[in-house]
């Protein structure tokens, strides 16, 4: 099993430009979710989903937008790329397993100038 | 999720045991206990869970008194590797499924 896996590991950006960050997992968990993280600081909770088809806002939305079409995949996409939402960006999921143990990616480094 | 409250760093020496930690006075009934451990530049890894009294693993000890407003993450004989972020979640994951929020954790720092 492969885990949870985005791409791409590093991303430039400039202003105004838009992507999309893939994630995908290969557990059949039904809960993803993505986190941003800023230099020195905690994880914060951009979007998440409970399974395909449903998303919900976490405490950071403004500039992304998240869909869930399948149970493997949970893109982020930014709208109109701004310097404030350079970080590093987190995938994560979580099945009802024996642990409650949430699976993390390597992280996506984005830097918009 | 209940909110937590965690020192926000912490330094300790190799050899040593460490202990951090978390105060969730409004834990619910049904929420469980669970520690990460963060690496620079890695997602968190799940470390320990645990529900009530004692719960020990091949990495740490966990520790819930009986009120379970707060809990203690035991690193037995830390080495320089334990150097990271540890953050403390509280919640029912199994039947809300809702956000699953992190706090800012603790930096633990082990020197020589």
């Known amino acids: 099993n492969a885990g949870v896996t985005q791409t791409p590991k590093f991303q430039v950006l400039k202003t105004g430009q838009s992507m999309t960050l893939q994630c995908a997992q290969d557990?059949?968990?039904?809960?993803m979710s993505w986190y941003r993280q800023d230099p020195g600081m905690g994880l914060r909770l951009i979007h998440y989903?409970?399974?395909?088809?449903?998303?919900d806002q976490g405490e950071v939305p403004n500039g992304y937008n998240v869909s869930r079409s399948t149970t493997e995949d949970f893109p982020l996409r930014l709208l109109s790329a701004a310097p404030s939402q350079t970080s590093v960006y987190f995938c994560?999921?979580?099945?009802?397993?024996?642990?409650?143990?949430?699976?993390f990616g390597e992280g996506s480094r984005l830097t918009v100038l | 999720l209940a909110k937590t409250t965690q020192p926000i760093s912490m330094d300790s020496y190799e050899g040593q045991e460490v202990n951090i930690t978390c105060s969730h006075n409004?834990?619910?009934?049904?929420?469980?206990i669970t520690w990460y451990q963060q690496f620079p530049s890695q997602g968190p890894r799940f470390i320990i869970q645990?529900?009530?009294t004692k719960v020990t693993n091949e990495v740490a000890s966990l520790f819930i008194p009986a009120d379970r407003k707060s809990s203690t993450l035991s690193l037995p004989r830390v080495s320089l590797s334990d150097t990271a972020v540890y953050y403390c979640?509280?919640?029912?994951?199994?039947?809300?499924?809702?956000?699953?929020?992190f706090g800012s954790g603790t930096r633990l720092s082990i020197r020589p």
């Open positions: 557990m059949n968990h039904e809960y």
């Open positions: 645990g529900y009530k």
């Open positions: 409004n834990i619910a009934t049904n929420d469980y």
């Open positions: 994560a999921s979580f099945g009802q397993g024996p642990t409650g143990e949430l699976f």
């Open positions: 989903s409970v399974g395909a088809g449903i998303t």
């Open positions: 979640l509280v919640g029912d994951l199994y039947s809300s499924a809702s956000k699953i929020i």
